[in-house]
T-cell receptor, first 113, second 114 residues
Framework: GDSVTQMEGPVTLSEEAFLTINCTYTATGYPSLFWYVQYPGEGLQLLLKATKADDKGSNKGFEATYRKETTSFHLEKGSVQVSDSAVYFCALSEGGATNKLIFGTGTLLAVQP | EAQVTQNPRYLITVTGKKLTVTCSQNMNHEYMSWYRQDPGLGLRQIYYSMNVEVTDKGDVPEGYKVSRKEKRNFPLILESPSPNQTSLYFC?????????????FGEGSRLTVL
């Protein structure tokens, strides 16, 4: 079945450092890909998405490119801030009748001042 | 303000005592879903509903029930809770059923079953 694998955390960075969180997927069709962010004590929020190969999603300085050849959707940010500290989830959706999101296990990012 | 509201946010209960976690959305979304979040497992879908009176099982439905009598509400029912249902639960809704549909999540309900 479809699955999402993302890098283990926690990831600890200093403010202004470069961030990469790796995400790879397995899917039978052509899924849409998402990054969700969960701040402490809150629900998940959509951070960015891409719906087809080579699309780049971007928001709040974060970017991810849908790479079909490597089945990857890595999250990047050039300069992280303390306020970026959160858990980041990579997810895919095949759409169809269920509209189900399949999530990775999440990566905790801690940014230190 | 567009939102998904869950209650209670925190609950401690005992094995076998029936409980209901309510979920309500004010965005007129057709699609609603329940997920549970467990360490090392990410989020897993429990049940979903594509519209009023239409519900179906997700990946981990055992021990749960749902109902969708109104478009805005989608309660999660634990008839006889057990300790393995201790988890963080999220309700989510979406306007679109397509592959680009964004899910809007509630703030979560942390349940502990003793």
């Amino acid at each position: 079945g479809d699955s999402v694998t993302q890098m283990e955390g926690p990831v600890t960075l200093s403010e202004e450092a470069f961030l990469t969180i790796n995400c790879t997927y397995t899917a039978t069709g052509y899924p849409s890909l998402f990054w969700y962010v969960q701040y402490p004590g809150e629900g998940l929020q959509l951070l960015l998405k891409a719906t087809k190969a080579d699309d780049k999603g971007s928001n709040k300085g974060f970017e991810a490119t849908y790479r079909k050849e490597t089945t990857s959707f890595h999250l990047e940010k050039g300069s992280v801030q303390v306020s970026d500290s959160a858990v980041y989830f990579c997810a895919l959706s095949e759409g169809g009748a269920t509209n189900k999101l399949i999530f990775g296990t999440g990566t905790l990012l801690a940014v230190q001042p | 303000e567009a939102q998904v509201t869950q209650n209670p946010r925190y609950l401690i209960t005992v094995t076998g005592k029936k409980l209901t976690v309510t979920c309500s959305q004010n965005m007129n979304h057709e699609y609603m879903s329940w997920y549970r979040q467990d360490p090392g497992l990410g989020l897993r879908q429990i049940y979903y509903s594509m519209n009023v009176e239409v519900t179906d099982k997700g990946d981990v439905p055992e021990g749960y029930k749902v109902s969708r009598k109104e478009k805005r509400n989608f309660p999660l029912i634990l008839e006889s809770p057990s300790p393995n249902q201790t988890s963080l639960y999220f309700c989510a809704s979406s306007l679109s059923r397509g592959r680009t549909g964004e899910l809007f999540f509630g703030e979560g309900s942390r349940l502990t079953v003793l």
